[in-house]
């Protein structure tokens, strides 16, 4: 047999090989999905502290879902994450609320069904900023333009008489921001957390206010999920959501179990970890229509949107009010 024939049916075995074992997977993945007869709903998230209901849920709740099976998807931005949410490749995902109105009002079929949680949000400055005042002509970052931290931004800067563009804001990727306002990239942020939490646990930065302190029940990551799920399988649609509701229950406890979790699916130090439970709350995640409304006024106020969707168009409690 010469070199050529040699090579060309060994070229041959392992192809047919390759084939083989990918039939076999295939074959097996099948057989998986029959076996259990449940649908997968995928959910994207980023890794951050407010998402902390989605974790607890999936790790609690492993092969013991009834009506579905849930799949965690983790994105490393919110454009990537909404561009997945948009075109479907994912069902569902703990968001920006702001981003998922702005997809609405664009026509995308999405449903706010719970909120992810409350307060939490945290200006952090320099820790030589001492007034708002001090902010003027400096760099402030916000994760997005279409956030309640751009709007806590801008309420912050008008309840002391000063506009919007008496400082230079600028969209950073949430984990550079500790870094940025550390070398004085920045003089202050407010984001997600545990990203503020951080700063001011290495000391690089300081707790200059909280959220309710400027916006009462402010709305910001909410759970939305693609109102095909809501009418094509109802069922799991509403078993998913009420054990989100328990596992925002289980998350406000903040105990040891709770931490571990989080640590797992965030990385995250045992310090900033704690400091950004403090901030936060998960309990009574019910959207509430007042709030909500509020945040619509803002997002015309500020021009960054012409047509916000309703309560009515968005906001389907009906999942939660179940869940009570």
Known sequence: MDKRLRRWLTSFILLALVIGLTACGQGNAEKAGKETGKPTI??????????????????????????????????????????????????????????????????????????????????????DIHSVNDLKGKNFAIPHKFSTHNILLYQMLKQEGLQYTDVNVIELPPAEMPAALAEGRIAGYVVAEPFGAKSVVIEKGKAFLQSEELWKDSVDCALVVRGELIRDNRAAAEEFITEYAKAGEKAESKDEQVKSILSAYMNVEEKVLDLSLQWIAYDHLRLDEEAYEKLRQYLIEMGLSEKPPTFAEFVDNSFMDKAK
């Not at 974790?55 to 561009?83: A, C, N, R, T």
């Not at 026509?107 to 069904?113: E, H, P, S, T």
């Open 42 to 127: 995928k959910i994207g998230y980023l890794p951050i502290t407010h998402a902390a209901p989605l974790y607890i849920e999936d790790e609690l709740g492993k092969g013991k879902f009834q009506h579905f099976q849930l799949e965690l998807v983790k994105f490393g931005s919110w454009p990537d994450l909404m561009d997945a949410l948009n075109t479907g490749k994912i069902d569902g995902a703990s968001v920006l609320v702001q981003l998922a109105m702005k997809a609405k009002e664009q026509g995308i079929d999405l449903k706010a069904v719970a909120l992810g949680h409350r307060d939490g949000n945290v200006i952090v400055t320099a820790n």
